[in-house]
């Protein structure tokens, strides 16, 4: 599987270029499955909030991820697989170009791609494009700290574990002083691995493990690995 991590979504060009470029074609002639799971999971989310981003209603001016051009866009809701039967909802991931999953809680949105069986179907998605929004990249992350840890506050920050870093996002956003850059320095002081904070025009790329930042905005690698003279 092939990642774009991002903390707002496609707000930029150069974001989108990655997005084309992973894709190996034009946005217009790909399909896509929009995951709105993890806002269930957020006390912030409510009924509203995911129709808002399922609408395309949601970026505050920002073009959505469902707004982005594609040649179709569906719905998958995690939870509600269990109950469809894989032999269902498997040949719709497995079809799409892209999975577009949107923000809210990491913790829970890890919960129901295990319950649903689309964390172990990952491996199997070579060229599936997993475009993440805040949470939706959180997820792919092996911890978010327990400062983003909002459905269980009590239970684990443990996600998937996909990639070997943990993300930070939101940086610096206006009027979030728990976002701020300071606020990211302690976070990751309590995290044993690398973290990268990304701010809304910032985007992760991670394709056959090869990490790249996409940026027309700021970002910070912390816990860096020292490099050996």
């Given at each position: 599987?092939?990642?774009?991590?991002?903390?707002?979504?496609?707000?930029?060009?150069?974001?989108?270029?990655?997005?084309?470029?992973?894709?190996?074609?034009?946005?217009?002639?790909?399909?896509?499955?929009?995951?709105?799971?993890?806002?269930?999971?957020?006390?912030?989310?409510?009924?509203?909030?995911?129709?808002?981003?399922?609408?395309?209603?949601?970026?505050?001016?920002?073009?959505?991820?469902?707004?982005?051009?594609?040649?179709?866009?569906?719905?998958?809701?995690?939870?509600?697989?269990?109950?469809?039967?894989?032999?269902?909802?498997?040949?719709?991931v497995?079809?799409?170009?892209?999975?577009?999953?949107?923000?809210?809680?990491?913790?829970?949105?890890?919960?129901?791609?295990?319950k649903?069986?689309?964390?172990?179907?990952?491996?199997?998605?070579?060229?599936?494009?997993?475009?993440?929004?805040?949470?939706?990249?959180?997820?792919?992350?092996?911890?978010?700290?327990?400062?983003?840890?909002?459905?269980?506050?009590?239970?684990?920050?443990?996600?998937?574990?996909?990639?070997?870093?943990?993300?930070?996002?939101?940086?610096?956003y206006?009027?979030?002083?728990?976002?701020?850059?300071?606020?990211?320095?302690?976070?990751?002081?309590?995290?044993?691995?690398?973290?990268?904070?990304?701010?809304?025009?910032?985007?992760?790329?991670?394709?056959?493990?090869?990490?790249?930042?996409?940026?027309?905005?700021?970002?910070?690698?912390?816990?860096?690995?020292?490099?050996?003279?």
């Amino acid at each position: 599987m092939k990642l774009l991590l991002t903390s707002g979504g496609v707000t930029n060009d150069s974001i989108r270029s990655a997005l084309v470029d992973l894709l190996g074609k034009p946005i217009e002639e790909a399909s896509a499955l929009f995951v709105p799971t993890a806002q269930w999971g957020q006390p912030m989310c409510s009924p509203q909030s995911v129709w808002n981003s399922t609408a395309g209603r949601w970026r505050n001016g920002v073009q959505s991820m469902v707004e982005l051009g594609w040649k179709s866009v569906g719905l998958l809701e995690l939870t509600a697989l269990p109950s469809v039967g894989r032999e269902r909802w498997e040949p719709w991931v497995r079809a799409a170009d892209a999975l577009l999953v949107d923000g809210g809680e990491a913790v829970f949105l890890a919960t129901w791609m295990r319950k649903s069986g689309l964390a172990d179907l990952l491996p199997e998605l070579h060229d599936t494009v997993w475009v993440g929004v805040s949470a939706g990249s959180m997820v792919m992350t092996p911890r978010i700290g327990r400062e983003f840890v909002d459905w269980q506050p009590d239970g684990t920050d443990e996600t998937l574990g996909v990639v070997d870093f943990s993300i930070f996002p939101h940086l610096d956003y206006p009027g979030w002083t728990e976002n701020s850059t300071e606020s990211a320095r302690r976070w990751a002081a309590n995290l044993s691995g690398p973290a990268y904070a990304i701010d809304e025009q910032t985007a992760i790329r991670v394709v056959d493990g090869a990490v790249d930042v996409i940026s027309e905005g700021q970002w910070e690698l912390l816990n860096a690995a020292p490099q050996i003279a």
